[in-house]
């Protein structure tokens, strides 16, 4: 870490780190009494419990997940996830508790706060608009979401029918305006 704050990395990236957190904690202290002071981001897929996240309390500058689904059978059919968002919602809001709405500064650089990420699958398979109406309802209208539209099948969605084809303009432009509809205005095109 201290090697890349060297050659002039802007953040540390943590991605998918959930299993390391012992680990990445004493690190870390390490670390900072040896002078690093680059943003720690969480790169996560959104399905962490609280109390992992608590003991990140005062560690992770920014939190960047993913909210994959909303149906949790949904989760479970195309990931293999149990109760996604019976981990997901409470984890996003221990998230934003902690570092807050995206900061970005002058250079356009994220320093703290919550960047979530949506990716809109085909026929909805996501439930975009219900991760939307939780975000803007429940964490805050200023969250920095970013709505992803780059949907490639790959490896064996060929055998998913409504898996196979990338989304469409319509269902991306949806998503979007859904978005704003709700107050959101923050990380997708304006």
């Known amino acids: ?38 943003p720690i981001v969480y790169n996560t897929g959104g ?11 005062g560690i992770v500058d920014i939190y960047m997940p993913d909210f994959k689904y ?9 990931s293999g996830v149990k109760n996604y968002r019976e981990f997901a919602q409470p984890a996003f809001l221990e998230m934003h508790r902690q570092v807050g709405d ?10 703290r706060g919550l960047l979530i990420r949506h990716l809109v699958l085909p026929n909805n398979i ?19 979401v970013n709505i992803m539209d780059q949907y490639r099948p790959c490896f064996q969605a060929f ?22 509809e709700l107050g959101l205005h923050r990380g997708f095109d304006t």
Not at 47 to 57: A, G, H, I
Not at 102 to 111: E, F, G, N, Q, S
Not at 159 to 180: C, M
């Open 1 to 38: 870490m201290l090697h890349l704050q060297e050659l002039g990395c802007h953040n540390i990236n943590l991605v998918s780190p959930t299993h390391f957190v012992p680990q990445i904690v004493t690190a870390l202290a390490k670390a900072i009494k040896q002078g690093l002071n680059l």
């Open 47 to 57: 399905y962490d419990s609280v109390e992992t996240l608590k003991q990140l309390d």
């Open 70 to 78: 909303w149906d949790d059978e949904n989760a479970f059919k195309y």
């Open 102 to 111: 995206l900061k970005i500064d002058t250079h356009r650089i994220a320093i």
């Open 126 to 144: 996501a439930g975009t608009q219900n991760v939307l109406e939780f975000i803007a309802k429940e964490i805050s209208q200023d969250s920095y």
């Open 159 to 180: 055998r998913r029918q409504e898996l196979n084809r990338r989304i469409t303009s319509g269902e991306y432009q949806s998503a979007v305006q859904y978005a704003r």
